[in-house]
């Protein structure tokens, strides 16, 4: 049974990489010739021209990473990292200010009520 699944995957495998190759392709096409000569005045792009533009944003944004990014951090993340911020004494969020440095300009805000901590 496990065969016959990892079989009809391989035979599957190649059509459904084609159509999501001309999908994006297609859509990264026509959705720039639809909107950037109207807007910005420049010229209409093809099919090859629309995969190295998505190519070239992958690599400038940092897609490679995968869908998302990596660079995002979760609200459980951010929860986190303000959980224990709360609990740090005074001394401890002097010591941490003064080793960030010019990443903190002000003193962190409540999100929930704006009041300086």
Do not use: Y
Not at 1 to 17: E, T
Not at 68 to 74: I, L, P, V
């Amino acid at each position: 049974m496990r065969k016959h699944k990892i079989a009809r995957f391989l035979f599957l495998a190649p059509f459904i990489l084609a159509f999501f190759i001309f999908g994006f392709g297609w859509a990264v096409q026509h959705l720039w010739n639809w909107l950037m000569p109207i807007i910005f005045g420049l010229p209409a792009i093809g099919f090859g021209q629309a995969w190295g533009l998505m190519g070239l944003s992958w690599i400038l944004l940092g897609g490679l990473r995968g869908f998302g990014g990596s660079a995002r951090h979760s609200r459980g993340t951010c929860r986190g990292r303000w959980e224990r911020w709360r609990e740090m004494t005074p001394e401890q969020r002097a010591a941490v200010r003064e080793a960030l440095g010019w990443r903190l300009d002000r003193p962190p805000v409540d999100p929930s009520g704006g009041q300086e901590l």
